[in-house]
């Protein structure tokens, strides 16, 4: 299995940026898709990017696309989450998951490991 831990996350005003960072240890990471997730008070978590196994292939959530940018560096088990142009609606716990998938992940479900999470609070 893998280990994944965020970093990064804090507060913002809008219109600012942000990165935020989740490094793995244990199996392989090239193994493994990753996803990043946030989950606001009140809501249910809600998938924000995804990156496949050697990073060839993104997808991201209509909200964050043109804004966000995931990326990984297998060399150092890494998979980053890049925000730009921060909003209000944008804050939340921000989760790094890893799955043993080849699909598209856009769903809890699809992953099997998953971090404590990072607050990121987006001022207006």
């Known amino acids: ?11 913002v005003q809008a219109g600012g940026s942000l ?6 240890s244990g199996r392989t990471f090239t193994y493994y898709a990753m996803g990043w997730f946030r989950q ?13 196994r050697n990073g060839g292939s993104t997808n991201y959530a209509d909200s964050v696309k043109g804004r966000f940018t ?3 560096d297998n ?9 730009n142009s ?3 609606e944008d804050t ?3 989760y790094c998951a890893a799955g043993q998938i080849a699909r598209v992940g ?12 990072t607050q990121v609070t987006v001022s207006s």
């Open 40 to 52: 606001a008070p009140g809501k249910e978590r809600e998938f924000v990017a995804r990156i496949n």
């Open 19 to 24: 990165r935020v960072s989740c490094a793995a």
């Open 1 to 11: 299995q893998v280990q994944v831990v965020e970093s990064g996350g804090g507060l």
């Open 70 to 72: 995931i990326s990984r």
């Open 75 to 83: 060399a150092v088990d890494t998979v980053y989450l890049q925000m």
């Open 86 to 88: 921060l909003k209000p």
């Open 106 to 117: 856009v769903t809890p479900s699809d992953y099997d490991y998953w971090g404590q999470g």
């Open 92 to 94: 939340g716990v921000y």
